[in-house]
C-alpha cells in the first residue's frame, strides 16, 4: 500500500490549506486513518483520526479548527485546515490501519506546511 501526501505549502496566520492523502488501493479496509505531524525538535503527534465508520479525534490544539473526512469512493483521506497559526508549523503525515499494536502500519511520505507572515 502505498500513500501520497498533498497539499501542503506556505499560509498566512489565519490562513486554510487542505492536505490530502491518496492510498494505491482501497482504503475501505483501513480501520483507522488519521494524520499526524512533527515540527522541528519536537516528537511526532497525532493531529486527526477518522475510523471506518466515520468516528473522529482530534487533537485538542486543533479541536474547532481542522476537519478530517475520507472519501472512501476516491481512496482519500483529507484533513481541510482553518485558522492555521504559526504553531501548525510541521510536517504533515497520513497513516493508515491500526495493527493489533496499537501502531498504524502504512505511512505516507510527508508533506511541508508553514504558517508563517
Known amino acids: 500500500v502505498q500513500l501520497q501526501a498533498s497539499g501542503g505549502g506556505l499560509v498566512q496566520p489565519g490562513g486554510s490549506l487542505r492536505l490530502s492523502c491518496a492510498a494505491s488501493?482501497?482504503?475501505?479496509?483501513?480501520?483507522?486513518m488519521g494524520w499526524y505531524r512533527q515540527a522541528p525538535g519536537k516528537q511526532r503527534e497525532l493531529v486527526a483520526s477518522i475510523t471506518r465508520g466515520g468516528s473522529t479525534n482530534y487533537a485538542d490544539s486543533v479541536k474547532g479548527r481542522f476537519t478530517i473526512s475520507r472519501e472512501n469512493a476516491r481512496n482519500t483521506l483529507s484533513l481541510q485546515m482553518s485558522n492555521l497559526k504559526t504553531e501548525d508549523t510541521a510536517v504533515y503525515y497520513c497513516?493508515?490501519?491500526?495493527?493489533?499494536?496499537?501502531?498504524?502500519?502504512?505511512w505516507g511520505q510527508g508533506t511541508q506546511v508553514t504558517v508563517s507572515s
Open positions: 497513516a493508515a490501519d491500526v495493527a493489533r499494536s496499537g501502531k498504524y502500519t502504512y
Open positions: 488501493e482501497s482504503i475501505i479496509r483501513f480501520n483507522v
